[in-house]
């Protein structure tokens, strides 16, 4: 008798969490942390994009003062400028 495939060999022929409601995935990012996080958005495009909204809530910096003026031209950018509470 040949040996028999465990089930956990076989990968899905599709991704379930894809079928979940943004809303209960955006739920279920709020329990992970930033690692957990950066290696669920690594795994497809809508994981990547839900996960976007998890990662790095707050930044802390310690600058030179010289360099001030480059981070609040970065701050600016759309990218950031959203994320940005205070300088």
């Known amino acids: 008798m040949p040996p028999q495939k465990a089930a956990y060999l076989e990968p899905p022929q599709h991704c379930m969490i ?19 996080i950066i290696a669920a958005r690594a795994t497809c495009s809508l994981l990547c994009a839900i996960g976007a909204e998890h990662v790095l809530d707050e930044i802390g910096l310690v600058f030179q003062r010289d360099k001030f ?17 205070s300088l």
């Open 18 to 36: 894809e079928t979940l409601p943004a809303e209960l995935l955006h739920h279920i990012f709020t329990f992970l942390k930033n690692k957990e």
């Open 69 to 85: 003026e480059g981070l609040v031209e970065l701050a600016k950018r759309t990218l950031f400028s959203e994320r940005v509470k």
